[in-house]
């Protein structure tokens, strides 16, 4: 790679910071041992912690940030924080001095000045929010998750590109198969911006993977690798679904510390329960990633532990080293549509909305 660094790190960001970052830099840097880090914060507090880890101290440079964004900042006052950590961080991948940016701290804030900072690729409408999660079948990708309340018929098909690469980058998957999310699964179901979404997945290269419109079931289900909707109800999804999590946690505590009998059904179900647990762990599922951006932006949970950041900055690095940006550039080349004729690439990049195919 021809940046001087991998990743940039904010080293201040989550509610754990800077300790909880750098335990997590430290695991991640003996998976990557070739990696290296822009550890962007409070110098006088990131430096001592460094000490304490050797490998990663090897492959970390520190760059002083005096401030730090606040969880509950708004947008626009983040904005105007040009010496906060995360800006730093970010300013670092917008001037090409590290490939990517990964960060626990508020997600308003990463989310616009990451817009607003390094800006999306040529021919991207809009970026979108993804995730990994699990379901009956393995780990599934959902996306847009929240950046986009709106959305039209190209930005979906988009986001279906960058759901297909993001599968293939991440989770491996040679050929991940791609669904609408649909008020139901006939194909004159919801409304026109899905349909139109719909007719060109069908006749775009995409075809052999798209498997049609899925409902809010099929996401658990597994029923598809990739799942893609617009901000706002991916977004509901996704809460409903750690809502959902929460409450069968609940619910178990409850039914198995009940009674003695119960308690003595708990030892003997300890082994699966265990293996459940660390199946659901949200660590394994931890580093959203807004994708269509020009550089690789992850946003860690705020409240996530030393194996959790660990992991955002394992999806960081998988998306680096595969090239996930020249992918996805190439995927939407691909697509035509309609109204235009043209590949996704060659439009400008607010685009005309999408006429239905005839």
């Known amino acids: ?3 001087a660094y991998t990743l940039a790190v904010d080293g ?5 910071a800077p300790d909880v970052v750098v335990e997590g830099l430290a695991i991640a840097a003996e998976r990557h041992p070739a990696a290296r880090f822009l550890l962007v914060g409070d110098e006088a507090r990131l430096a001592p912690l460094l000490k304490r880890h050797r490998r990663a101290a090897a492959q970390c440079t520190l760059r002083h940030a005096p401030d730090t964004i606040a969880g509950d900042l708004k947008p626009t006052a983040a ?6 950590s995360m800006r730093v961080a970010i300013d670092a991948v ?3 001095e590290a490939a990517g940016v990964v960060t626990a701290g508020n997600t308003g804030a990463l989310l616009a000045l990451a817009k607003i900072i390094i800006k999306t690729l040529p021919g991207i409408a809009r970026p979108a929010m993804a995730a990994i999660g699990p379901s009956a079948r393995g780990d599934v990708v959902m996306l847009d998750l929240g950046a986009n309340v709106a ?9 279906a590109v960058m759901g297909d690469v993001f599968a293939r980058t991440v989770l491996g998957l040679p050929q ?3 669904g609408l999310l649909n008020v139901g699964a006939e194909e004159l179901k919801g409304d026109d911006r899905v349909r139109q979404a719909a007719e060109v997945l069908r006749v775009s290269w995409l075809a052999p993977q798209f498997h049609g419109f899925v409902e809010g079931h099929d996401i658990a289900a597994g029923t598809t690798d990739v799942i893609v909707t617009d901000g706002f109800t991916g977004n509901v999804a996704l809460k409903t679904a750690e809502g959902a999590l929460k409450l069968v946690g609940v619910l178990l505590r409850q039914v198995f510390s009940s009674s003695v009998s119960a308690r ?3 030892l003997l179900a300890r082994p699966g329960l265990d293996r459940l647990r660390e199946w659901l762990d949200p660590g394994r599922y931890n580093g959203a990633v807004m994708l269509g951006l020009n550089g690789v932006v992850v946003k860690s949970h705020g409240g996530t532990d030393a194996p959790g950041f660990a992991h955002a900055v394992d999806v960081a690095m ?6 996930f940006n020249d992918r996805m550039r190439e995927g939407l080349a691909r697509i035509v549509f309609p109204q235009t004729g043209a590949g996704s690439g060659d439009g400008p990049a607010n685009g005309p909305r999408l006429a239905a195919a005839r």
């Open 1 to 3: 790679m021809s940046e």
């Open 12 to 16: 201040m960001g989550g509610d754990g």
């Open 79 to 84: 904005l105007r924080l040009r010496g906060a």
């Open 94 to 96: 917008a001037g090409k």
């Open 151 to 159: 959305c039209d018929s190209r930005n979906l098909v988009e986001f």
């Open 176 to 178: 991940p198969t791609i």
């Open 264 to 266: 003595l059904g708990y």
């Open 318 to 323: 998988d998306m680096v080293t595969h090239h």
